[in-house]
């Protein structure tokens, strides 16, 4: 026997009758109860993420909770971004009653500036989709500039080395030779 969902908070009565060879058969058992209903309910920690500055072509991780505070399970179908620069990794699948799931968000920046979106989580809860805010700014990598200086002996010769590695990590290399004498 299984009993069927709760639809109903309202108390429900029946009786349950056994019959068998005993004498005093059929024996009459009754049962009564009052229905709880299933509750879908997920919160998510942080609401805000602030990625600060990172490199352009580079990025930066940070984690989020999905939690389940109802008494049901809760289906995560999806997790998108309204901006590209900013991404989940998500973890798909069921969050069982009171247990929680850790999901990894990432911002990786093409270009210079402030950039904010919404990650949207499409779950089977019945609230409208839960939504992450991000914020993160594309900042340019530090320009490396690496000098060598040479001196060679019998004539006086001077030579110099710059090598410049800029955003896009491509090098440029400037030689410059000063010869005195012979």
């Known amino acids: 026997w299984m009993p069927k969902p709760v639809l109903s908070t309202m108390?429900?009565?029946?009786?349950v009758i056994i019959a068998s060879n005993a004498l005093?058969?059929?024996d009459t058992i009754y049962v009564s109860g009052t229905g709880k209903p299933l509750i879908s309910s997920i919160s998510v920690i942080p609401a805000l993420v602030n990625f600060g500055g990172v490199f352009i072509r580079?990025?930066?991780?940070?984690?989020?909770?999905?939690?389940?505070?109802?008494?049901?399970?809760i289906r995560i179908d999806r997790i998108t971004s309204t901006d590209s620069v900013f991404s989940a990794m998500p973890v798909l699948g069921v969050i069982l009653p009171s247990q929680v799931i850790i999901d990894t968000i990432?911002?990786?920046?093409?270009?210079?500036?402030f950039f904010e979106a919404g990650l949207i989580i499409a779950s089977s809860a019945p609230s409208p989709p839960d939504t992450i805010q991000v914020t993160g700014t594309g900042t340019l990598s530090p320009v490396r500039l690496i000098l060598m200086m040479s001196l060679m002996s019998s004539s006086v010769r001077y030579s110099l080395a710059i090598?410049?590695?800029?955003?896009?990590?491509?090098?440029?290399?400037?030689?410059?030779?000063?010869?005195?004498?012979e």
């Open 11 to 15: 108390l429900a009565k029946a009786s």
């Open 24 to 26: 005093s058969s059929p």
């Open 58 to 73: 580079s990025f930066k991780n940070s984690t989020f909770t999905l939690n389940s505070t109802g008494n049901d399970t």
């Open 106 to 113: 990432r911002f990786a920046p093409l270009s210079e500036g």
């Open 163 to 181: 090598t410049y590695e800029d955003t896009y990590l491509s090098l440029l290399t400037f030689f410059i030779v000063i010869s005195i004498g």
